[in-house]
């Protein structure tokens, strides 16, 4: 008796055993889908760590551009200022006679059609005004007999040129600066 009794217990034993195994297993089962979901959360916030570097590489890059285009910016500024300036006084040291007409001389037509970039128009424009103070210089020498205001065409003639080359210079520079600015 004392046999079944002892074989009784240890029956119940291990069904105890079976059923905390079960148990047991089950814990262990969603331990490790825990793990699996921590693995794939850290391996996506270390994806996502390495985008946020390269984002903030990125900004800091682009923040020296900037700092780069506001100092080209502050400094087109200031020659814009110093051109707009020239041209001022180019402008007021070049007061045109309102006694006598000045003709321009006809453009010069090329034999095609094709359209001409903005460089080759201010070069065109400069031979004209050439051509135009050779005219006013040609007029002027002659006319010594009036000489109170022979001394001014040569004033003129400077100032006039002074003026067209401070033209070209801005628009050179106005061009370089739409350059700059959209390169980017």
Request: aromatic share 2%; proline share 6%; glycine share 8%.
């Amino acid at each position: 008796m004392t046999g079944m009794i002892l074989d009784g217990v240890l029956m119940l034993l291990l069904v105890a055993a079976l059923g905390y195994g079960v148990r047991l297993e089950r814990k262990l089962t969603a331990l490790r889908e825990g793990q699996q979901a921590f693995a794939s959360a850290v391996t996506d916030l270390n994806a996502a760590a390495g985008r946020a570097e390269a984002a903030l590489a990125s900004l800091r890059a682009s923040g020296q551009e900037t700092d780069l285009l506001h100092d080209r910016i502050v400094k087109a500024r200031e020659v814009k200022a110093q051109l707009e300036t020239l041209i001022t006084r180019g402008s007021v040291a070049a007061p045109v006679p309102a006694a006598e007409p000045v003709r321009e001389a006809p453009p010069v037509r090329a034999a095609a059609p094709a359209p001409a970039p903005a460089v080759p128009q201010d070069d065109e424009r400069a031979a004209r005004m050439a051509a135009l103070a050779e005219r006013i210089q040609g007029l002027a020498a002659p006319s010594k007999a009036r000489a109170p205001g022979g001394g001014n065409v040569a004033a003129i003639l400077g100032a006039m040129t002074a003026n067209q080359s401070a033209k070209q210079s801005l628009n050179r520079a106005r061009r370089s600066l739409d350059e700059d600015l959209f390169a980017a």
